[in-house]
T-cell receptor, first 113, second 112 residues
Framework: DQQVKQNSPSLSVQEGRISILNCDYT??????FLWYKKYPAEGPTFLIS?????DKNEDGRFTVFLNKSAKHLSLHIVPSQPGDSAVYFC????????????FGKGTHLIIQP | DGGITQSPKYLFRKEGQNVTLSCEQN?????MYWYRQDPGQGLRLIYY???????QKGDIAEGYSVSREKKESFPLTVTSAQKNPTAFYLC???????????FGPGTRLTVL
């Protein structure tokens, strides 16, 4: 049973526009959420995180929104750039995250010129 | 230059052989983790260690073993008991349990 779901395997966005990647979770014990970016044959790179006491966190072009009642989070990238083309993973942890992360299956973001 | 290193990048082994994947970090992180990624799948947790000489099973520990004798090192052994060992293996470390995890470059293991 998948506890973290990324229902869009891929997403195509025009350069300069906003990219919105979505993530749903089922475990109400999750209290810390992260987004990672991954290129093929490389390790994931940490992008941004949010704890359950917040509903928004911003870092440059990246903003993560958390809707606890809907068990939904999203990553907004504005404006989208060619270098943003990668697979994006949503991850979650419970109880402070000491026991490792639970990942979604990823969304392949393609930025078109 | 601080970071997490995994070696080798690519590894080939015959079926039935044990193989050990290396993970080293010089970030002075207490916590270390092993994940595996299969095509079209997210990362799944194999083992983790919150402190030296201690480690815990993750979601898919069967067929794997680890050790944590030094803070800097967290090697993973893929044993012959692992039914589907071919995968991309990723090591991560964090300053402490619950802190943001940072990943190494990964090792692609292919069992022939």
């Amino acid at each position: 049973d998948q506890q973290v779901k990324q229902n869009s395997p891929s997403l195509s966005v025009q350069e300069g526009r906003i990219s919105i990647l979505n993530c749903d979770y089922t475990n109400s014990m999750f209290d810390y959420f992260l987004w990672y970016k991954k290129y093929p044959a490389e390790g994931p790179t940490f992008l941004i995180s949010i704890s359950s006491i917040k509903d928004k966190n911003e870092d440059g072009r990246f903003t993560v929104f958390l809707n606890k009642s809907a068990k939904h989070l999203s990553l907004h990238i504005v404006p989208s750039q060619p270098g943003d083309s990668a697979v994006y993973f949503c991850a979650a942890s419970a109880g402070g995250g000491a026991d490792g992360l639970t990942f979604g299956k990823g969304t392949h973001l393609i930025i078109q010129p | 230059d601080g970071g997490i290193t995994q070696s080798p990048k690519y590894l080939f082994r015959k079926e039935g052989q044990n193989v050990t994947l290396s993970c080293e970090q010089n970030l002075n992180h207490d916590a270390m983790y092993w994940y595996r990624q299969d095509p079209g799948q997210g990362l799944r947790l194999i083992y983790y260690s919150q402190i030296v000489n201690d480690f815990q099973k993750g979601d898919i520990a069967e067929g794997y073993s680890v050790s944590r004798e030094k803070k800097e090192s967290f090697p993973l052994t893929v044993t012959s008991a692992q039914k589907n060992p071919t995968a991309f293996y990723l090591c991560a470390s964090a300053k402490g349990p619950g802190d943001t995890q940072y990943f190494g470059p990964g090792t692609r293991l292919t069992v022939l």
